[in-house]
């Protein structure tokens, strides 16, 4: 492998001195990146194959593609599928032993609820991290789910307690713009 950055600059600089924030903004940063391609390009048809939603796993491997070159650029270690204990997160991204965001990926139609209050937290305590973001893939099914973890995150914050973040992509099936109204 080259170590040439040069094709992965950006305009927007990310100072990882200042602490795990500027970590969690660059992260925060490549979920834009793929919601933005999925909500507003044509990358929703990468996520739907014959009328039906792809399983989750497409969705993880095309948001580890960008999110890749985001991380190459700003020397940010991700790692897809990191298990510290209790099974796999999706992505852990870091910078030394300190600096750990984790990002969990469900589909609506999976168990949101279980995934935000229980299974993320369990994967950032045994990373010993309380950053932490919960991604959904939104196929149209979502329902009152997102109500749910919103109060969850709510009531957390409340408590004075650390709640991760919630993310939302709209990846239901689009009409061309000729077509809209």
Not at 94 to 117: F, I, N, P, T, W
Not at 139 to 144: E, V
């Amino acid at each position: 492998l080259s170590s040439d950055k040069s094709g992965f600059r950006t305009e927007k600089k990310y100072d990882f001195s200042s602490g795990i924030e500027s970590i969690v903004a660059m992260v925060h940063d490549t979920i834009s990146m793929f919601k933005h391609h999925v909500e507003k390009g044509n990358l929703w048809e990468e996520l739907w194959v014959d009328g039906v939603p792809k399983r989750e796993r497409a969705a993880q491997l095309i948001y580890y593609a960008m999110a890749d070159c985001f991380c190459i650029a700003n020397d940010i270690d991700i790692s897809p599928e990191a298990n510290m204990g209790g099974g796999p997160i999706d992505f852990k991204f870091s910078k030394g032993y300190q600096a750990r965001v984790l990002v969990e990926m469900k589909r609506s139609q999976g168990a949101v609820r279980h995934g935000y209050e229980k299974q993320l937290e369990f994967y950032k305590e045994a990373a010993r991290t309380f950053h932490g973001i919960f991604v959904i893939v939104d196929f149209g099914d979502l329902g009152d789910k997102l109500a749910l973890i919103r109060a969850i995150r709510a009531e957390r914050l409340e408590a004075g307690e650390h709640a991760s973040d919630i993310v939302v992509i709209d990846a239901r099936r689009k009409l061309s713009a000729s077509k809209r109204q």
